[in-house]
């Protein structure tokens, strides 16, 4: 069965950091381009980040950019998001989603081009 879990989510003070894991079973991610996604309640599921293949592509929301940065390991099958300097408006329910990328291309992909989804984690910014 394939499976994107998602781990790491957690309450952290205003100014902490955090980092999230998302981990495939039943597939490996090679060829695959992992973003990561947040929904807040009452609000869309928003586009966060996403690294390409090999990682040699990623990219950031404008309210992310500087404070989360994005990895993978794929030997451990494992996509990472650091979450640093966090903010209450970080509050939401984070989740990682694949498409299939073979060819690496530095696409940006649209939400609903992503096969597979995780569960989600719940972040928490509050003081």
């Known amino acids: 069965q394939l499976q994107l879990v998602e781990s790491g989510g957690g309450l952290v003070q205003p100014g902490g950091s955090l980092r999230l894991s998302c981990a495939a079973s039943?597939?490996?991610?090679?060829?695959?381009?992992i973003g990561w996604f947040r929904q807040a309640p009452g609000k869309e599921r928003e586009g966060v980040s996403w690294?390409?293949?090999?990682?040699?592509?990623?990219n950031y929301a404008d309210s992310v950019k500087g404070r989360f940065t994005i990895s993978r390991d794929n030997a451990k099958n494992t996509v990472y998001l650091q979450m640093n300097s966090l903010k209450p408006e970080d509050t939401a329910v984070y989740y990682c989603?694949?498409?299939?990328?073979?060819?690496?291309?530095?696409?940006?992909?649209?939400?609903?081009?992503?096969?597979?989804w995780g569960q989600g984690t719940q972040v928490t910014v509050s003081s």
């Open positions: 039943g597939f490996t991610l090679d060829y695959w381009t």
């Open positions: 989603a694949a498409v299939p990328n073979r060819y690496d291309y530095c696409l940006d992909y649209q939400k609903y081009e992503y096969h597979y």
């Open positions: 690294i390409s293949s090999s990682g040699g592509c990623t």
